[in-house]
């Protein structure tokens, strides 16, 4: 039986366009981007109800040296981003809050003492750490300043795209800033999310899993083992397709153009984890390597130093 809460859930997803069809689409998407089977889809949506009708936790979400890509990834899969903001509560986000200015700043410093413990704190972006900082900064604060100030008062940090999780473009040779991922800036354990983008995906299963006391398995790099527990090219449709001979199947009648493995153009999918091939973006329309793209592992580590130049074999 549907509670009062699960229906205002429908109801509220109703007004942003997406349907009752929509939801059950992005489940199935997102069940596959959890390495779960599709039977599993019935339980998916269940504990996206559950975790809808239940509080929906406070979020503080800070923005660092970063492009703003990770936000823009999940509000451009728009029925992606309503779901989230159906299951979140969005205290402080500088992207999507109307305030501006001293009254941002204010809205800041009082979500984190009112919800100090509670809330999730999502970090988009690395930080400056040479020079006490002072290569980054937001109303007059350096972004290690502000790190320093709200983080250790979260109740858990996703570090949200490759620049929060290891530094990212930012942290490129020479990186005169000093920047750093989350982690190693501030010397904590956060959930890493990399990805340039995040696929919205899978910050919705991370806050799904979250929300409902799920243990989120980590690998050694602190990323969520079912969405960073296979190489792109485990997962890679032009592999599995020119193995089986099948490419008119998949990508049209250009075999010449697209049937093939693209390691010998450069491709990083062997030495990339991530679920791209599976989740998909825009949508779960495309991901670069089924678009003719080559893989530039960019979920990875130090990717901008260790896997350039791109468009040549490792």
């Known amino acids: 039986m549907k509670t009062d809460k699960t229906s205002e859930f429908y109801e509220n997803l109703e007004k942003k366009g997406v349907s009752r069809r929509d939801f059950l689409k992005y489940c199935t998407a997102l069940t596959a981007s959890m390495g779960l089977t599709y039977s599993c889809v019935g339980q998916v949506a269940e504990q996206i109800e559950k975790a809808a009708a239940g509080p929906r936790p406070p979020v503080i979400w800070l923005h660092f040296a970063e492009c703003t890509g990770c936000s823009e990834a999940f509000l451009r899969t728009p029925d992606v981003g309503a779901i989230i903001l159906e299951t979140i509560s969005v205290e402080y986000h500088e992207t999507l809050m109307a305030a501006s200015g001293y009254q941002a700043e204010e809205n800041l410093h009082n979500a984190v003492e009112k919800y ?80 340039c983008p995040t696929n919205p995906l899978n910050l919705l299963a991370t806050i799904v899993k979250y929300l409902n006391k799920e243990t989120i398995e980590l690998d050694d790099l602190g990323r969520p083992m079912f969405a960073y527990g296979e190489t792109v090219h485990d997962n890679c449709p032009r592999l599995k397709h020119y193995e089986a001979g099948n490419f008119v199947t998949e990508f049209g009648s250009k075999e010449a153009e697209l049937g093939y493995c693209l390691y010998e153009m450069g491709c990083k999918g062997p030495e990339t984890y991530n679920n791209c091939p599976i989740a998909k973006f825009n949508d779960a329309t495309s991901f670069p390597i089924q678009a003719g793209h080559p893989c530039i592992g960019c979920s990875e580590p130090d990717f901008w130093d260790t896997m350039t130049p791109f468009y040549k074999e490792s």
């Open 116 to 195: 100090k413990g509670q809330f999730v704190c999502v970090v988009e972006g690395a930080i400056a750490t040479n020079y006490n900082g002072a290569y980054g900064k937001v109303a007059g604060k350096t972004f290690l300043e502000i790190a320093r100030e709200v983080i250790p008062k979260a109740a858990v940090t996703l570090a949200l795209g490759t620049c929060a999780a290891y530094g990212g473009v930012a942290a490129a040779s020479p990186n005169p800033g000093g920047y750093k991922g989350v982690g190693d800036a501030l010397g904590i354990s956060p959930i890493n999310l990399p990805g």
